[in-house]
């Protein structure tokens, strides 16, 4: 007889992340509706089984409690009892009228016992439980007779079967005399209900097998669910969540347990969730899958909605498929930002991009490469020749090699750089690159790449070139020894002076160090220097000594870092000059310091202060008119020049002149180091005198000058002053007689003819005109007079002239214009003289400054070239400045720029063929310089010159002593012949 225990209602499945109805297809799962009918099938089939237990029940039943509630398992006529397992162990569940007939009890004394009581001394049997429940594999023992069952002593088979919640169902059945048994109790009835159970048995059997295969099948695909990169969950029409994967429920930061039977509402935004909810009411009414794209709080998500059917196939819920194309929207836009880029890159860049067809002898380019060759979009067509045409036929050569290459399809990156002539002619660099990318329509062989303007670093490299050629030219005839050393202090290069001065071999030089080749050693400081310009990249100078073939020889080096692209110091340069010569100069100058005794000269040396440390033989008449003895402190000039040069802290001159005539040049060298002065006197007296003379013969230049002038002067005044002016003031006076000795007559004529002319004139008017007219003649000679005696004035010599007289600028103006009256009339017409009011005096010699006057005066006048041509003169004073200004305005030729800085050179003249010797100028400036003033000449070629004589205001008792009115003679704006 087979083990049989009894059936238990298999309740609807629940998998991992939520629940399903029986009967509905699983989204995702193959064959999965099927499956459904099966499992809906094999429930009907158990409800029927159950009942026909139910009905079998009910024939055994007493009509007593225990026996209703056990009746369902009554029509097994084995004993048969259900073991539940709890916290302590297996207690007895319940049982059927078979088992309570067999051991003579009542359901309420059997149900609730524990098996190690109820199976006391049968310790295996409750092991065997254990085993069942835990393996889930049906056991079969056979055991002694217990607890009556059998009604006597034998063998019994016990039958135990697991079931849901850790139940296990043990069937008893007697094993003494198995078939004898069998036979006796084997009725029709019992038969039918046997081969009925065994039947139910099958039946559950299949149910949980079914079932199980629908978990599996369920777990599979949710686990695909869970392992998806997509969030998944299904929601009914009412937006209740009933199901969700993890990765869903994580995004919220909840568990899927959390989330299943939760509305929808209360996870997303209150716009967002009626749209969401709307489109699955949709897609579940139309039976109809929908797909699309949401954002929200930069958030892009690719929505999937598809419907669920329940067992009649009609839809009530729907699978929800969420993707997150966040990173992937971002990527495209920063895709699309970057190809933006690129193009507005390689639309303002020097890049263009060109692709080719070797086979075809097709070449495109885009419209930057066509822009970079001065073509616009339209020109150069796909033909090979169109763009070969701008190859110089020099790189066509190697351009052909270049495309052979690219002909035989290889697939190694190609680059090759060539010259292009562009539209305008210009001659410009390109460099191609490119690598094989066939033709995605047609499959043809096809290379494409960019091409790159290098003119600009092709430029630089010539350059670079260039320079490198010049450096090795320099270095290579360089006498000074130059080297460069890498951070070791290995020699990476040397110049033939090292290898010609140290007699070295050049193969034994390069690739070692100074010391290992004997040249420079360490302790001279040399590691040390070179150290320091690696480690600091500043340059530093280093002195050492080498023995070289003309011996021991000294060398100043001057180590300058070189830099790599990225600053950092790679290699040093050293260029070590020759100073043996300059250090035996040094030496002699020390040896030289040692015996100042011997210096013809005087040598001094003071303290900071002024105290006299040392004083050699030679210095005796200094020290004597200085006054000064050694230990005593020099005062008055001298020692004021010996503390400030010494806080200058540097070379400085001077000189000092005595009352006896002597006078001395000094040169103050202070030595902070050794906290003294030297001061070094040479006497000048004899070169004072030699400059003295040559002031005389300045002053017999100045005379010569003045002769000169004056002789100019006398050319002119000559024949047309003196003569006709003694006549006048011969022959005036006896006019003057005879019209006294006549007019006594006249008047008696008048008073008795009546009224007569004389001249046309009548005789009333003439009689008081005619002594006003002599008059006139009379003022006209003495002006004469006084014009001839100015110029013997000015033709005076002055040996010994004084500065220290005031001298009024406008009366000096007003006879210097005396003087040239003559010369003004016949050189301009339109002479205008202005003189400035209270003008303040000046201080000087008025002979000299008239000659400065006289000088400028005449030079302008013979710069105009006509009479139509003005002359002015100015009187001003700059009270800010202190000083009294002239201007002598000409409209002449004026100076040329290359003349004009030379117009103060003695005997610079550009009139010496009319007989000028250059020196007025030079006289003149000397003598402004004296009186402390200046001489400032402004021209333009063509339109004239401005001549400026600023000279200092004189002062009296802190008050200016001023002129309150122009001198008498020329009025403001008045002509030349006015003046004379």
Known sequence: ?????????????????????????????????????????????????????????????????????????????????????????????????????????????????????????????????????????????????????????????????????????????????????????????????????????????????????????????????NATMDMAYLIDAGGVIRATNERYARRFGMTAAEIVGREARSLYPENLYDQRLERIRTVIRSNTAVRFEEQFDQHYTDVQITPICNAEGVPDMAAVFVRDMTRRRLAEQAVRRSRELFSQAMAHGNTGVWEYWPRRRRFGGDINLKRLLGFAEEELGPELAEWTALVPAGDLPPLRQFAARMGTGTHAPLAHELRVITRDGELRWMQIRGRRADDWLDGSLRYIGCAVDITERKQAEEALEQSRKEFKALAENSPDLIMRLDRTGRLLYTNPAVVEATGL????????????????????????????????????????????????????????????????????????????????????????????????????????????????????????????????????????????????????????????????????????????????????????????????????????????????????????????????????????????????????????????????????????????????????????????????DFARQDDSPSLDGEVDVNELIHASLTLLANTLKRSTAHFFADYAETLPMVRGNFGRLEQVFVNVLLNACQALPAPDRALSVRTSYEADAGRVCVAVQDQGEGIAPQDLARVFDPFFTTKREQGGMGLGLSISNTIIKEHGGDLIFESTPGKGTCVTISLPAAHLHGRRKTKQSPPSGPARGAQPKDAA
């Open 505 to 792: 071999d050049p193969s034994r030089v390069v690739g070692r160090t100074c010391s290992e080749i004997c040249l420079i050693k360490g302790e001279d400081g040399w590691d040390r220097t070179r150290e320091e310009v690696f480690a600091f990249g500043r340059l530093r100078t280093v002195e050492f000594a080498l023995e070289v073939r003309g011996g021991r020889r000294h060398y100043q080096c001057v180590v300058a870092p070189e830099r790599d692209v990225a600053g950092a110091v790679e290699t040093v340069v050293a260029v070590a000059r020759d100073i043996t010569a300059r250090k035996a100069a040094e030496d002699e100058m020390r040896n030289l310091a040692r015996f100042p005794s011997e210096n013809p000269n005087p040598v001094l040396r003071l303290s900071p202060d002024g105290v006299l440390l040392f004083a050699n033989k030679a210095s005796e008449h200094l020290l004597a008119a200085l006054k000064l003895s050694l230990g005593g402190r020099a005062g008055g000039e001298f020692g004021d020049e010996v503390r400030a040069a010494f806080r200058r802290q540097g070379l400085a001159t001077s000189e000092l002149r005595f009352a006896d005539g002597r006078a001395y040049s000094l040169a103050l060298a202070p030595f902070p180091d050794g906290g003294y002065i030297n001061v070094y006197a040479n006497e000048i007296t004899p070169l004072l005198r030699a400059e003295e003379a040559a002031r005389q013969r300045e002053q017999q230049l100045i005379h010569a000058d003045k002769m000169i002038s004056l002789g100019i002067l006398s050319a002119g005044v000559a024949h047309e002053v003196n003569n006709p002016n003694n006549f006048i003031m011969v022959n005036v006076p006896i006019l003057e007689d005879a019209w006294s000795a006549a007019l006594p007559l006249l008047d008696a004529y008048a008073a008795e003819h009546g009224p007569f002319r004389l001249a046309g004139v009548p005789f009333s008017k003439m009689r008081d005109r005619i002594p006003l007219l002599v008059d006139g003649i009379k003022e006209g000679a003495r002006r004469i007079k006084d014009i001839v005696h100015s110029m013997k």
């Open 1 to 225: 007889m087979k083990s049989v225990y009894p059936p238990h209602p298999v309740p609807d499945g629940a998998v991992s992340g939520g629940a399903v109805r029986t009967g509905e297809a699983i989204p995702g799962g193959p064959g999965m509706p099927e499956t459904a009918l099966e499992l809906e099938r094999l429930r009907n089939r158990v409800a029927e089984l159950e009942g026909l237990l139910d009905a079998g029940g009910r024939l055994a039943e007493d009509g007593s409690p225990e026996s209703r509630a056990a009746s369902r398992y009554d029509i097994v006529v084995a004993p048969l009892l259900i073991w539940e397992r709890t916290g302590n162990g297996f207690v007895l569940g319940g049982c059927n009228r078979a088992a309570l007939m067999r051991t003579g009890g009542s359901v309420g004394g059997l149900v609730g016992g524990a098996a190690a009581e109820l199976l006391a001394g049968r310790p295996e049997v409750v092991e065997d439980l254990e085993l069942c429940a835990t393996t889930g594999r049906i056991v079969r023992r056979e055991t002694k007779a217990m607890l009556g069952f059998g009604g006597r002593d034998g063998w019994l088979q016990l039958s135990l079967a697991p079931g849901e919640g850790g139940r296990v169902t043990m069937l008893v059945e007697d094993a003494t005399d198995r078939e004898a048994s069998e036979g006796r109790q084997a009725t029709g009835r019992t038969r039918a209900l046997m081969a009925r159970n065994e039947a139910l048995e099958a039946e559950v059997a299949e149910r949980k097998r079914v079932q199980e295969v629908l978990r599996q099948r369920e777990r599979t695909v949710w686990t695909l669910l």
